[in-house]
T-cell receptor, first 113, second 111 residues
Framework: DAMVIQNPRYQVTQFGKPVTLSCSQTLNHNVMYWYQQKSSQAPKLLFHYYDKDFNNEADTPDNFQSRRPNTSFCFLDIRSPGLGDAAMYLC????????????FGDGTRLSIL | SQQGEEDPQALSIQEGENATMNCSYKTSINNLQWYRQNSGRGLVHLILIRSNEREKHSGRLRVTLDTSKKSSSLLITASRAADTASYFCATGGGSQGNLIFGKGTKLSVKP
């Protein structure tokens, strides 16, 4: 089945220690998104890629970076995680930009010690 | 910025009852989407209703859209314990028309 896969499901890192979360997709979608979701809150878009074009949301902290080496993979790098970065990170894809239906992975829950 | 706001924030019902959740939004839309999120999992797309549609059905789901009131409702009929989840509406109010999600309604269906 075509899907969006996030690894790992749970990630623990230390305060200030860089961490990378990964996402892969078999849907061959042009667009990949990264969302941050804190407990009982709405998913908040951090950035998205349309093919290789990177689009950062205006309020996404500089601490968050992303890489998309090819169509299938996308990475979220947090350079110096703070306690406030503990959250669920969701990757999603869609066939095109704009308000298209999105396909989500099951997320990576990040804890900061 | 918040585009969609769901109401109620939490809803608890018995299996077999109907569940209705409402969503209000602020700006004009091309479509409105509903998603489900089971605890600890990703979101699953349920249904999309276009701005020129007033009602749409998918299995036990019924979605209505009133663009004059900038509101939508999601009705789940004959609910099951497996319907226990958070439900989010989303509209294209973000940059490049990207989706902005509401805070969600947490539905609990008791067996």
């Amino acid at each position: 089945d075509a899907m969006v896969i996030q690894n790992p499901r749970y990630q623990v890192t230390q305060f200030g220690k860089p961490v990378t979360l990964s996402c892969s997709q078999t849907l061959n979608h042009n667009v990949m998104y990264w969302y941050q979701q804190k407990s009982s809150q709405a998913p908040k878009l951090l950035f998205h890629y349309y093919d290789k074009d990177f689009n950062n949301e205006a309020d996404t902290p500089d601490n968050f970076q992303s890489r998309r080496p090819n169509t299938s993979f996308c990475f979220l790098d947090i350079r110096s995680p703070g306690l406030g970065d503990a959250a669920m990170y969701l990757c999603a894809t869609s066939s095109n930009v704009g308000n298209q239906p999105q396909h989500f992975g099951d997320g990576t829950r990040l804890s900061i010690l | 910025s918040q585009q969609g706001e769901e109401d109620p924030q939490a809803l608890s019902i018995q299996e077999g009852e109907n569940a209705t959740m409402n969503c209000s939004y602020k700006t004009s839309i091309n479509n409105l989407q509903w998603y489900r999120q089971n605890s600890g999992r990703g979101l699953v797309h349920l249904i999309l209703i276009r701005s020129n549609e007033r009602e749409k059905h998918s299995g036990r789901l019924r979605v209505t859209l009133d663009t004059s009131k900038k509101s939508s409702s999601l009705l789940i009929t004959a609910s099951r314990a497996a319907d226990t989840a958070s439900y989010f509406c989303a509209t294209g109010g973000g940059s490049q028309g990207n989706l902005i999600f509401g805070k969600g309604t947490k539905l609990s269906v008791k067996p």
